[in-house]
């Protein structure tokens, strides 16, 4: 009977510390709602998606939450209005790379290994973005290019939602610095072109 009892007081307290632990990694979408818009001299907004998001191995773009591509689109709404005040040309964020990659840390592992088992692996982003702003000839007035690339080595001994839980919020760290670096190079070189911010 003792037996008994400790076997079920030890499976309740396995049960709710298992429980507690998985409360940590809620995962939660990445939007911009915060952030101001920067208006720009432009008659519309434009995103180019160059990016042919692929689905072997290693890249997971297509097995994540959010992908970098709509994060991208997603930003690009948020935080880049147009309204035509003398150029009526377009603005065109161009997204020329848009890539997440999960590289095992063991030969022997694949790409389905990652997400069903507690392969160690580094998750590498990369980001490549051109904004351009053009005239009404589709001639570049003045352009920026943003590169941005994270990695991050994820070890054997996480589960699975924290995996996702990390890839998550690795790409809330990307879209954060691709944000400061993009508004400021924005900010000095299309200057003239701002019209408020």
Known sequence: MFKKRYFILLAIIYFISGCATQENYLIQDINFNEYKSLT?????LIVEQKYNTNISHPYI???VKQ???????????????????????????????ASIKALSLSVTNKVEDIFMSNAAINIE??????????????????YVNIKVFKSQELGSNISLLEKDYKIQEMSRSMMVDFDNLAINKLKEVFNNKILSN
């Open 40 to 44: 720009i001299d432009a008659s519309r």
């Open 61 to 63: 773009d297509h097995l």
């Open 67 to 97: 992908d970098l591509v709509s994060l991208i689109n997603y930003w690009s709404i948020a935080r880049l209005n147009t309204e035509s005040l003398n150029n009526r040309g377009n603005l065109k964020v161009i997204i020329n790379e």
């Open 125 to 142: 982003m990369n980001l490549d973005i051109t904004i351009d702003l053009l005239n009404k000839n589709s001639d570049r007035i003045s």
